[in-house]
């Protein structure tokens, strides 16, 4: 995975991706290369519409966040026709509304990608590409799937200090939790997390205490210590292209 793209925000780390890659870095997005199935315009446009179903926003302890919103993620496995790689995502809404990381996909053939829900040895595909970010390292998909389970998204940004907790497959242990702290903002949009993720934890959720998505575990800044030092990608990153209210 290219880590240019965030030098400028660290310039003294190393910044590793968390997708569980078995072959070489991958190169490249190309629609034309590999026939995505890509709309360009955004959900606004579309019609569909994400709401913020929580209001109550009462606080749950880790144990409640998984047990509600653990089918809510699943496992990702794509293919660049060579290699097999293994990343994670989460749904947004009822109707497969899903979200990863664009390093997860990026490379690789749409259409070919498995999407195991947590549970199931059923496969998946992603029927639709709605939006994408290098830069901001996020792919919005459609999975050709109805009536799932799925996670709200958080209004308001959290703050430095707050707890939070991610779900996702490291190294291909499927949907492990993990908690921790909003550590800092390294970025408007970038977060730095000391919940524990790792190489498959790609795409991941990282939830707060009221169930809400706040996030989207993205990888590890590495400076040659075990420090744990990671981060994830502000969920609002995606809300310019869905209705969100």
Same mark, same amino acid.
């Given at each position: ?30 629609? +034309? ?18 709401? *913020? ?20 993620? =699943? ?7 060579? %290699? ?5 995502? =989460?749904?947004? *809404? ?12 990026? %490379?690789?053939?749409?259409? +070919? ?14 029927? +639709? ?8 390292? =996020? ?53 730095? #997390? ?12 990282? #939830? ?5 998505? #706040? ?7 590495? *400076? ?10 502000? #969920? ?10």
């Amino acid at each position: 995975m290219k880590t240019n793209r965030f030098l400028l925000l660290v310039s003294s780390l190393f910044i590793i991706g968390c997708a569980h890659k078995s072959g070489h870095n991958k190169q490249g997005f190309s629609q +034309e290369e590999r026939g995505v199935i890509s709309q360009q315009s955004t959900m606004q446009k579309s019609g569909t519409k994400v709401t *913020d179903d929580n209001q109550g926003r009462v606080k749950m302890d880790g144990s409640e966040i998984f047990s509600k919103y653990n089918t809510a993620v =699943f496992m990702v496995f794509t293919s660049d026709g060579y %290699n097999m790689y293994q990343g994670s995502g =989460f749904f947004i *809404d009822n109707s497969g509304l899903a979200v990863s990381n664009y390093h997860v996909f990026q %490379n690789t053939s749409i259409g +070919e990608e498995g999407i195991k829900l947590t549970g199931s040895n059923d496969i998946y595909k992603v029927s +639709e590409i709605l939006q994408r970010s290098e830069k901001e390292d =996020f792919i919005l998909f459609r999975v050709n799937i109805t009536n799932t389970n799925y996670i709200p998204i958080a209004r308001c940004k959290p703050n430095v200090g707050e707890k939070v907790f991610a779900i996702g497959s490291p190294r291909g242990l499927e949907n492990t939790f993990s908690s921790g702290e909003i550590s800092q903002w390294r970025d408007r949009n970038l977060m730095q #997390i000391s919940a524990l993720i790792d190489h498959g934890s790609s795409g991941g959720a990282l #939830i707060n205490e009221y169930g809400e998505a #706040i996030g989207i575990t993205s990888g590890s800044f590495y *400076d040659g210590s075990q420090a744990n030092l990671n981060y994830a990608w502000s #969920i609002d990153v995606i809300k310019p292209y869905i209705n969100f209210k």
